[in-house]
């Protein structure tokens, strides 16, 4: 049923991952995309794309500190200031500027080969389709917590919870929980809530290979990447399947409660798991 489903959202929106091969016919299936911040040149006032100025692919390595791509004075990314796009924001009705990114890098499959390449002019259409098209399905636009975690974030325009994720994600996720929201299975719900953080822009690109989650805290890295989410949905469902059958028919009964451990909830030998988290005051909300 789970990969029923998955199919079924891969045929309604598979085009969104589709990428030209270098031989300009065959398309290739895209595994993730890289994008970088764009930057304005304290000396010279020019906008310079962060990747092409302090990333070494080869040595694995970004720079703190490099030439401008313009005047090249040296300079870094905390003294530089950002670029900026102002746009209509039509899921909460009001317009929004945000730091510019833009793709930089496409790491796709074409059969069982993988094949990297700057992002052309096909892939750049592509995302302008998809930026002007209005996503067809219910998504959540809740306005962040407002408190210190939200100052760097609020200059940045990320604002509600939608603009955590690029829209072709955004787009994805839409469609298979639309899917999934009146299925009386359940067990689908929780493996797509387990997939919500791997959705986001909060995974750093790493020039040694892949990418990593950022952890305890809520911001969009300079060179965030965007993966396939068919790819991460399918990932999730192995992980849910194995922990499935390793359940067998044993029957579950959750309760969550905020209480005193001393209370003594519960019978004897009844809890199986506990899960503490500790308040972190000011810095997180």
């Known amino acids: 049923e789970a990969k029923r489903i998955l199919e079924e959202a891969e045929k ?12 300009g016919r065959a398309k290739g299936r895209i595994n993730y995309t890289v994008w970088s911040d764009v930057f304005i040149c304290s000396y010279c006032k020019s906008e310079y794309v962060f990747w092409d100025a302090a ?5 694995g390595s970004v720079k703190d500190s490099y030439p401008c791509p313009q005047c090249k004075a040296t300079i870094t990314k905390r003294e530089s200031q950002r670029a900026t796009i102002t746009f209509f924001d039509a899921a909460i009705n009001h317009e929004v500027t945000q730091a510019k990114q833009v793709p930089v890098l496409i790491d796709y499959s074409l059969g069982k080969k993988r094949f990297e390449k700057i992002p052309d ?17 219910w998504f959540p636009t809740n306005r962040m917590p407002e408190g210190d975690e939200s100052r760097r974030n609020d200059k940045m325009g990320i604002t509600h919870i939608h603009h955590f994720y690029t829209k072709r994600n955004l787009w994805v996720m839409a469609v298979y929980y ?32 892949g990418d990593r989650p950022l952890s305890g805290t809520l911001y969009i890295p300079s060179l965030p990447t965007e993966g396939n989410m068919f790819d991460v949905y399918e990932h999730k469902l192995k992980q849910l399947k194995r922990f499935l059958e390793v359940r067998g028919n044993n029957t579950y009964i959750f309760f969550l409660q905020t209480a005193s451990t ?19 005051g000011e810095n997180i909300m």
């Not at 990333?55 to 040595?59: A, C, I, Q, T």
């Open 12 to 23: 309604e929106c598979g085009w969104l991952y589709e990428t030209i091969h270098s031989d």
């Open 55 to 59: 990333v070494n692919k080869r040595e």
């Open 121 to 137: 002019e096909t892939d750049l259409d592509l995302m302008r389709r998809i930026e002007e098209s209005t996503i067809p399905h």
């Open 178 to 209: 639309s899917k999934i929201l009146n299925n009386p299975i359940t067990t689908f719900l929780f493996g797509f809530l387990n997939t919500a953080w791997h959705a986001t822009r909060m995974r750093r690109f790493n020039p040694r290979g």
């Open 262 to 280: 001393t209370m003594g909830q519960g019978e004897p030998n009844s809890i199986d798991y506990v899960f503490t988290d500790p308040p972190f």
